[in-house]
């Protein structure tokens, strides 16, 4: 038998249970604010203590498209459209 390998999870918000990974996906789907990842999946939304981080990640090129935020252009109104 192959020995199981466990994958290295880093927690950015231990309330919920979300990992770095989640938060960059996130990102990538457009949420480019804490409030925004907040939004996507509760992250920073409960004792507090993730925020720093979250706004680390998304200033570290985890949102691919801060240029369009950077110029004032909406990221999410595809997504309020479709709600």
């Not at 990538?28 to 680390?56: E, N």
């Not at 691919?64 to 990221?75: A, I, N, W």
Request: glycine fraction near 8%; include cysteine.
């Amino acid at each position: 038998m192959s020995p199981v390998r466990e994958v290295n999870r880093v927690y950015v918000c231990n309330c919920f249970g979300v990992t770095e990974a989640q938060v960059k996906k996130h990102a990538a789907d457009g949420a480019c604010t804490p409030r925004q990842i907040a939004s996507a999946c509760k992250a920073g939304t409960d004792c507090g203590s993730c925020v720093r981080r979250i706004q680390a990640l998304l200033g570290r090129g985890a949102c691919p498209r801060r240029e369009l935020v950077d110029q004032g252009e909406p990221l999410l109104s595809d997504l309020d459209e479709a709600a």
